[in-house]
């Protein structure tokens, strides 16, 4: 299919460029039925209007400021929830309509302050969500002394006029977090403790453990992302670099192989399942890139690195396959469409590879929508894609490609 650039963009602002390793997240988007909600670098929150039969529309409709990189957003028709990296790690509410404050909470008061002034060491909200009268936060904070890492994080659930329904602290890495009506599902990457599961199931209302799962694997890597997919969660495992349907006793249903472990000329290379959604009863797995087990940094390829792959959620069946050309941030899904980012391939830095590709969720590609700069956060809903591009600059061309700006078009 050929590619078409988006209908519309807006300007946000300056951005030193990204360099050809990725940069850690720095902005956000997400999309109602008649908004586009955009959170920059700078700490802006922006809201537009937004129709899909006639495409979006650039007028804004508010513009709140704040002091901190936003880094992850969650909306209703009502209010906008959004987490920042940096400062407090706060967790802004505001109103859809109006951008006023409703209320906020700093995470640090559970997570802790930064142990050095440093982007690696700031408090980090990761990742948002809301389903019945629960807003859910997952926040973590990093530390360092010699040999020794300390991941402090916490999951919060607090009703919707900011008051702490429950609190789980926990020393892991959590990564994503997922919730559909009474469930919370929250992926942790990095479990130093053993005893500490990869992929955790609560209760959305207490808060309560439901169920717990782990890969079982040597190594403090566990879970990349998790999805739910009806009576079942579809989660991308770090721990053996498969992707796994699970109940919601944490019991497997299915399991398949993304990028395991793989002998390719003198090494022995492998791909983490980074992202994974789910779409009309197909669930897509992404992968990442490619490292070995004596270097992060192998010559060889492992041959699913950087893939595309859908299942069908019933029988775990692969349906198609698609080299998505380069990193991903990320994987949504909008009715039967998924979205994948491709920032770049950092080793090779082909500039072509840059764009958002979209799938029909049982058969596959169906068109790519190239991106001079990066793709760093892509959003899906009420009928329009709404794509975060970043400046990037390789570090031996010095040729600045792209620009900090939000591209949007209808879903087609």
């Known amino acids: 299919m050929p590619s078409a650039p988006p209908s519309a963009r807006r300007d946000l602002g300056s951005v030193d460029p990204a360099s050809s390793r990725h940069n850690w997240t720095r902005s956000a988007v997400t999309a109602t039925d008649d908004a586009v909600f955009v959170g920059t670098a700078a700490g802006r929150v922006v809201a ?21 990189p936003v880094v992850s957003m969650a909306a209703t028709d009502d209010f906008l929830v959004v987490g920042e990296r940096g400062g407090d790690g706060l967790v802004r509410v505001l ?20 142990a050095r002034d440093s982007l690696f060491f700031r408090p980090y909200v990761v990742d948002l ?3 019945g009268d629960r807003v859910v936060v997952a926040a973590r904070r990093y530390e360092r002394d010699g040999d020794e890492r300390v991941w402090r ?14 609190r789980r602290r926990v020393h892991a890495s959590p990564i994503a977090v997922a919730a559909e009506g009474d469930r919370v599902a929250v992926a942790y990457n990095r ?26 694997t040597d190594g403090d890597r566990r879970v990349g992302d998790v999805a739910f ?17 699970l109940d919601f006793e944490g019991d497997e249903r299915w399991r398949l192989d993304l990028a395991t472990e793989r002998r390719v000329g003198d090494e022995t290379v492998y791909a983490y399942p980074t992202h994974v959604c789910v779409a009309d009863g197909t669930a897509v797995f992404v992968t990442g890139n490619t490292f070995a087990e004596s270097t992060r940094d ?27 050309g380069g990193f991903a941030r990320s994987a949504v899904a909008a009715g039967s469409r998924v979205f994948v980012p491709s920032a770049q391939h950092f080793r090779e830095r082909e500039a072509e590879r840059h764009g958002v590709h979209a799938f029909e969720s ?34 031996d061309e010095g040729v600045t490609r792209g620009a900090y700006r939000l591209r949007t078009r209808p879903i087609r």
């Open 48 to 68: 537009l209007e937004s129709a899909s039969d006639s495409g979006p529309d650039s007028d804004d409709r508010w513009e709140a400021r704040g002091d901190n």
């Open 298 to 324: 192998p010559d060889a390829r492992h041959p699913d690195e950087h893939t595309a792959v859908g299942v069908s959620v019933d029988g775990g069946e692969r349906l198609w396959t698609r080299d998505t």
């Open 95 to 114: 109103d859809a309509e109006t951008g006023d404050v409703r209320w906020t909470y700093a995470t640090t008061d559970d997570v802790g302050t930064a």
């Open 362 to 395: 049982a058969g596959g590609h169906v068109r790519t929508d190239s991106l001079p700069g990066i793709p760093t956060a892509v959003a899906a809903g009420g009928g329009v894609l709404a794509v975060v591009e970043e400046p990037v600059e390789y570090h």
């Open 153 to 166: 994080s916490v999951v919060l659930g607090f009703d919707r006029d900011g008051r702490v329904a429950w």
């Open 229 to 245: 997919a009806g009576d079942a969660l579809a989660v991308a495992s770090h721990g053996d670099k498969r992707g796994y349907l």
């Open 191 to 216: 479990c130093p403790n053993p005893e500490q599961d990869g992929l955790v199931l609560l209760d959305a209302h207490t808060g309560g453990r439901v169920a717990s799962w782990d890969p079982g």
């Open 129 to 131: 969500a809301v389903t």
